[in-house]
């Protein structure tokens, strides 16, 4: 069974920062791409950022692209995503999650994902 919780969320103000933890189970981590998006009431689910099995590559979402990092650890089955410079947009439910896909920025194309973390940014 494959588990993916992650963790870190929270209520911020503007300007703050954040970072966002992924703790992977049941996989080898280094095996998957792994991506955040996040999901705001109203809104489709948005693809935020990915990282390569091997940190090679990682991919940004334009609206975030220069504010977050992402990174991983795969000795912890760790994925981390550092959010700097928060702005109220950045509000929403934000999900780890893991692809076979070598590389995807797609929703539908992961297969296992975490329950999410609430992080709202205040103004």
């Known amino acids: 069974q494959v588990q993916l919780v992650e963790s870190g969320g929270g209520l911020v103000q503007a300007g703050d920062s954040l970072r966002l933890s992924c703790d992977a189970s049941?996989?080898?981590?280094?095996?998957?791409?792994m991506g955040w998006f996040r999901q705001d009431p109203g809104k489709e689910r948005e693809f935020v950022a990915g990282?390569?099995?091997?940190?090679?590559?990682?991919q940004y979402a334009a609206s975030v692209k220069g504010r977050i990092t992402i990174s991983r650890n795969n000795f912890k089955n760790t994925v981390y995503l550092q959010m700097n410079s928060l702005k109220p947009e950045d509000t929403a439910v934000y999900y780890c999650?893991?692809?076979?896909?070598?590389?995807?920025?797609?929703?539908?194309?992961?297969?296992?994902w975490g329950q999410g973390t609430q992080v709202t940014v205040s103004s």
């Open positions: 999650a893991a692809t076979s896909y070598i590389y995807s920025t797609t929703y539908i194309e992961y297969e296992y």
């Open positions: 049941g996989l080898t981590l280094s095996m998957y791409y």
């Open positions: 990282i390569s099995r091997t940190s090679s590559s990682t």
